[in-house]
């Protein structure tokens, strides 16, 4: 069966309609970043010269910062005291038109509060010292939240729990939440804390980092079949869909209790700071799957958007222009370097990638003139894998096909202006009527043709299929046509 795709700006662009209702421990993050200039007489510690400090919205806040800069509505609720930290988070929110926050305030607890003591040149982390009382909310607290909570859900397109084990997110809490969404159709999202994950019975999908998962499945979960093996009995426990494992600079690994796992690795980024990564990986995959994207789309979409937070200070947003850039990267070979002129280069090029388990994606063409048509293939194509390469017609194959006076560019020039484009990692110009062979050769894990073909008539979909990939069919622009294009150029009118 093909797998439709929901290119980045489209799915953008559903994002911008979608609300999501975030529940969860709201802090006061403090960062106060300095020189360390020497050690302490007192005690051999780091004395650090402070120059600045910045204030963020942290814990739950932080994901429904993420909601709204990744260009969705947030409703957030959450707990604060009766003290300046709660106030100053309070006007915080307000600062953000796209979150509506419901407070409720316990006065009997401080607001948690954070304040990291960073070195500027090093950009390590010294000192945390934390303000909290983490225990569960009282009886009278609880139904206050729960009161606020319930209202919310028919408003929200998807409920997500942020639980920092700080006391928002009881047992009683939890339950009256998944239930209500449950009733409503609504798909819940748990990024868990406590290992009891029986409390979290009936949510779509849980989100643990490697190590909550491995304490709550009592496994090693240090590879990707591992963590397959040991999800199947916490997935009928917690009566989920799926189980979302994130591990660092390991990747992601994504397990339905229906379907095949899926395992995408880290993108290559420079590290600056992990705080609140977890956070926007949350963040997207709320907001893509409210949208409608499947699981695979909402991996993809979380995975580079940890990739955009933890290459940023402090307890970091990611607005949607970060993260179409970090999903279609910029070009990182010359364009002479993309054109694949030797098999054994292929070969060798595949191997690298496979090696590290990056998803290869293909499609192809004649590409004699190109225009926004081709672009949006090519587009969606490199969203729908991690790598991709584009089979190119040789100028015979392009004569047998479209007649004598074609093509208009010879190869050399139509792979040039491919390669140079960012979507693009290799072009490969094949002499046959069909890629059949190259697909055979290359065996992609994603085979993307224009909307205009039907799954069947796609070259190679069985050979693709047989593997274990899938076909994609894109959505054709109206109105673009290389035929009608030269046909026009030549003089031959509209």
Partial sequence: MATPILDFDALAQTISGRTVLCIGDIMLDEFVYGEVSRISPEAPTPVIAAQRSEIHIGGAGNVARNIASLGARCIFVGLVGADDAGTRLASALAEHGAIESVLVCDPSRPTTRKVRFVSEHFSTHML???????????????????????????????????????????????????????KLGKSVIVDPKSLNWAIYRGATLLTPNRKEFAEATRSRADTPQ????????????????????????????LVP???????????????????????????????????GADWDTALRVANAAAAVAVGKRGTASVSADELRRKILPHAYLAAEEKIVLEPDTLDAQLAEWR????????????????????????????????????????????????????????????????????????????????????ITRIKPSALVKGGDYTREQVVGHEVVEAAGGVVVLVDILKGFSTTALVHRARGGGK
């Fill in 355 to 438: 090696r590290q388990d990056l998803r290869v994606g293909f499609t192809n063409g004649c590409f004699d003139i190109l225009h926004p048509g081709h672009v949006k293939v090519l587009t969606a194509a490199r969203a729908a894998c991690d790598r991709l390469i584009v089979g190119l017609n040789s100028d015979a194959s392009v004569r047998r096909l479209k007649g004598a006076d074609r093509p208009v560019q010879d190869e050399r020039a139509r792979a040039e202006v491919l390669a140079a484009l960012e979507a693009v990692d290799l072009v490969v110009i094949f002499e046959e009527d069909t890629p059949i062979e190259l």
């Fill in 128 to 182: 945390r010292a934390d303000w909290e009382q983490a225990t569960a909310a009282s009886d009278a607290v609880e139904t206050e939240l729960i009161e606020a909570i319930l209202p919310q859900i028919a408003r929200a397109d998807i409920v997500l729990l942020s639980d920092y084990a700080k006391g928002v997110l009881t047992a009683r809490v939890i339950r009256h939440t998944i239930d209500a969404a449950r």
């Fill in 257 to 291: 209790r229906n379907g095949e796992a899926v395992h995408v690795p880290a993108v290559p980024v420079k590290v600056r700071d992990v705080s609140g990564a977890g956070d926007t990986v949350a963040a997207a995959l709320a907001v893509s799957l409210a949208a």
């Fill in 226 to 253: 591992s963590i397959v093996d040991a999800s199947e009995d916490v997935m009928r426990l917690a009566d989920c869909e799926a189980i979302l494992v994130t591990q660092g600079e390991h990747g992601m690994t």
